[in-house]
């Protein structure tokens, strides 16, 4: 199935679970580029150090991968989980790692709050990542957008961006966490189950739910018991 197919596909499901696929691959994408773009920014002004600059941009860049891994987890195939845990890992060890540049015993609590911020939250967003339940995704991208607003705290950026800019700089990021989380939350009162985007490479089908043996229903249960399985 060619790609202007697949989304077509999605658009016939009329499923907020798949619209909230795409809001939530694009959250990741846009926190990556305006990361980058941020960097670049603060390197025309001439003030770009490569440390902790550095770390401040392979954190940016590794963390919204766990987002990408947790909508399109057949992308990465038996190394997901892998991914997944080197992503969230990453990310608030990179940050402790700017950390050392800061020498203000202000600034030093507050990159400490920080760092146990990103703890936390990947802590829950690392529970949820084998979840495919509905809520379980609300919950994740509660969790992310609380990432993202941890993220431009780079203690790099103390002194360089202001509060707006760095406001500027997450908020494309976080109105399409809202939209991921919107499709999801909508999904439950309207009924739609979760489905995989073909777009994004899914099957376009709602996963199916094993029973273990003998915990589905007894065969005098199916119709009266005329059924025989």
Same mark, same amino acid.
């Given at each position: 199935?060619g790609?202007? =197919? =697949?989304?077509?596909?999605?658009?016939?499901?009329?499923n907020? +679970?798949i619209?909230?696929?795409?809001? %939530?691959? /694009?959250?990741?994408?846009?926190f !990556?580029?305006?990361?980058?773009?941020?960097?670049?920014?603060?390197?025309?002004?001439?003030?770009?150090?490569?440390?902790?600059?550095?770390? +401040?941009?392979? %954190?940016? /860049? &590794?963390?919204?991968?766990?987002?990408? =891994?947790?909508?399109?987890?057949h992308?990465? !195939?038996?190394?997901?989980?892998?991914?997944?845990?080197?992503?969230?890992?990453?990310?608030?060890?990179?940050?402790?790692? +700017?950390?050392?540049?800061v020498?203000k015993?202000?600034?030093i609590?507050?990159?400490?709050?920080?760092i /146990? %911020?990103?703890?936390?939250v990947?802590?829950?967003?690392?529970?949820?990542?084998?979840?495919?339940?509905?809520?379980?995704?609300?919950? &994740?991208?509660?969790?992310?957008?609380? !990432?993202?607003?941890f993220?431009?705290?780079?203690?790099a !950026?103390?002194?360089?961006?202001?509060?707006?800019?760095?406001?500027?700089?997450?908020a494309p990021?976080l109105?399409?966490?809202?939209?991921?989380?919107l499709?999801y939350?909508?999904?439950?009162?309207?009924?739609?189950?979760?489905?995989?985007?073909? =777009?994004?490479? %899914?099957?376009?089908?709602?996963?199916?739910t094993?029973?273990p043996?003998?915990?589905?229903?007894?065969?005098?249960?199916?119709?009266?018991?005329?059924?025989?399985?």
């Open positions: 199935m790609s202007k =197919a =697949a989304f077509n596909s999605d658009l016939k499901h009329r907020t +679970t619209f909230a696929q795409w809001f %939530g691959v /694009l959250a990741a994408v846009s !990556a580029v305006t990361s980058i773009v941020g960097v670049i920014g603060v390197a025309a002004r001439g003030k770009f150090a490569w440390y902790p600059w550095t770390f +401040t941009l392979l %954190g940016a /860049l &590794f963390f919204p991968v766990a987002t990408i =891994a947790f909508e399109v987890p992308a990465f !195939a038996s190394f997901r989980s892998w991914v997944f845990n080197a992503s969230l890992t990453s990310w608030p060890l990179l940050y402790l790692a +700017t950390a050392f540049g020498y015993p202000g600034e609590v507050q990159s400490t709050v920080h /146990l %911020g990103c703890v936390a990947a802590s829950v967003m690392g529970l949820l990542r084998n979840v495919n339940s509905t809520k379980a995704r609300i919950c &994740f991208y509660v969790a992310f957008s609380f !990432a993202v607003d993220s431009t705290e780079y203690p !950026a103390y002194g360089v961006a202001s509060a707006r800019e760095l406001w500027f700089c997450r990021t109105a399409l966490s809202a939209l991921a989380l499709g939350a909508i999904s439950l009162p309207l009924g739609h189950p979760f489905v995989f985007s073909r =777009a994004l490479g %899914g099957s376009g089908v709602e996963p199916m094993l029973l043996l003998g915990a589905g229903p007894a065969r005098s249960n199916i119709a009266g018991g005329r059924i025989m399985i």
